[in-house]
């Protein structure tokens, strides 16, 4: 009995939390909103690095829900597959590997876009990725897309180099010979195999930083850093970054305010919100049960 108690408060302790419960209480909006809703809306789960770990079973919990609602039915017709919903759905982690492994994910990476849902992951580097989802993770296969910037380590560097392929180098050599005949001279034109980038020139890429015109000059400008696309079924492209805190239209976009503020917000009044009235839900009263049983129990005997 003492097993089956502490197991089922240790697997129900976030729900301890009053905030937790409070919060998981009701809910004001649909899974299926987030594509079938007339307007396009967004939903942010944003949580801080202190309350990753603490959250994590509740966030593992809402991905669980999410991708298995979205993918429950699809819809046939005229020898393929009919669009059965109003918005497409991208699904953006980033840190993604700060979130421990998402089992979910890597079953639905595979089939996720048959029902509309295109997945943007952020990771650091394959071995943070590799290290959370195994040397044979299904990720990387199963993305048509990877950006790549300025690695840190060795082995992500090399796996880059790899990815980018590589190139014919034409190199002509010429030989001078001395003899008794007199001084002969040969060419020879000989064709190898060289990588488009080595590991070492990808640990070069450059990456955003500060240029100065001069040293008599104390402006400067943030200068864009280097990029590797990778697209499957094409060519590697190597790009340039686009810093959106400098083209306008992104700056635009970035500056709007978050939903529900407008208008001038110092003008605004500024009132005390009223503390929350936590009532005891059916999960916080099934753990006190749980506190009180072994006492209970004790007393029976």
Request: charged share 20%; glycine share 8%.
């Amino acid at each position: 009995m003492t097993g089956v108690v502490s197991t089922a408060t240790a697997n129900l302790a976030l729900y301890r939390d009053p905030v937790v419960t409070w919060n998981i209480g009701t809910s004001d909006f649909r899974i299926s909103d987030l594509m079938n809703q007339d307007k396009a809306i967004n939903l942010y789960l944003v949580i801080s690095p202190a309350d990753i770990d603490r959250l994590r079973p509740l966030f593992r919990i809402f991905t669980n829900q999410l991708l298995g609602r979205l993918t429950e039915k699809m819809e046939f017709g005229q020898g393929g597959t009919r669009i059965a919903y109003k918005h497409r759905l991208l699904l953006m982690l980033d840190e993604f590997t700060s979130l421990g492994k998402l089992a979910i994910i890597e079953r639905a990476i595979a089939f996720m876009a048959g029902y509309g849902i295109k997945g943007y992951f952020i990771v650091q580097d394959t071995k943070q990725l590799n290290a959370a989802y195994g040397q044979d993770n299904a990720l990387m296969a199963n993305c048509q897309v990877r950006i790549a910037y300025a690695p840190n380590l060795p082995e992500t560097a090399e796996y880059l180099s790899k990815l980018t392929g590589t190139t014919t180098v034409v190199q002509r050599k010429k030989s001078i010979s001395t003899g008794k005949s007199g001084r002969g001279t040969s060419i020879s034109i000989q064709e190898t195999a060289r990588p488009l980038l080595t590991s070492d020139e990808c640990l070069r890429l450059p990456g955003i930083h500060k240029e100065q015109s001069g040293w008599w000059q104390k402006k400067s400008h943030i200068a864009p850093g280097d990029t590797l696309i990778f697209t499957a079924g094409h060519a590697p492209i190597y790009g340039r970054h686009i810093l959106h805190f400098v083209d306008p239209i992104f700056l635009a976009r970035a500056s709007m305010p978050p939903a529900g503020k407008t208008g001038d917000t110092k003008k605004e009044k500024t009132t005390a919100a009223p503390e929350p009235v936590f009532e005891e839900s059916a999960g916080a009263a099934y753990l006190r049960y749980l506190d009180d049983l072994p006492a209970h129990l004790e007393g029976q005997a």
